[in-house]
């Protein structure tokens, strides 16, 4: 069975950074493109980064662009997603996203990741 096991949240300080990590399990990670979503309470899922199998190519939401960066190691199964200079928006339930041979732009939609982690909670205080 799939699992996607995410770490790494936590509450932290505006201003402050944070790296998000999570681990795959039970699926061939080089077929997959990742992506890191997040939910604010009363909020609908959105996206914030992805990075296609090979790691060529990523994407970013507008409101963490020059801030966040996703990387993945093929050879640990494993996408980090590093958080600076956080800000108090970036408040969320973070998520850990995979989907076979995804592209641009379905890579923007939650609808095209077939498995998601349990989510790992970012708090960001001032």
């Known amino acids: 069975q799939v699992q996607l096991v995410e770490s790494g949240g936590g509450l932290v300080q505006a201003g402050d950074s944070l790296r998000l990590s999570c681990v795959a399990s039970?699926?061939?990670?080089?077929?997959?493109?990742m992506a890191w979503f997040r939910q604010a309470p009363g909020k609908e899922r959105e996206i914030v980064a992805s990075i296609i199998r090979t790691g060529g190519a990523t994407y970013y939401a507008a409101s963490v662009n020059g801030r966040f960066t996703i990387s993945r190691e093929n050879a640990k199964n494993t996408v980090y997603l590093q958080m600076n200079r956080v800000e108090l928006e970036d408040t969320a339930e973070y998520y850990c996203?995979?989907?076979?041979?995804?592209?641009?732009?379905?890579?923007?939609?939650?609808?095209?990741?077939?498995?998601w982690g349990q989510g790992t909670q970012v708090t960001v205080s001032s």
């Open positions: 996203a995979a989907g076979a041979f995804v592209a641009y732009p379905r890579l923007l939609s939650a609808t095209s990741y077939s498995y």
């Open positions: 039970y699926l061939t990670f080089n077929d997959y493109t």
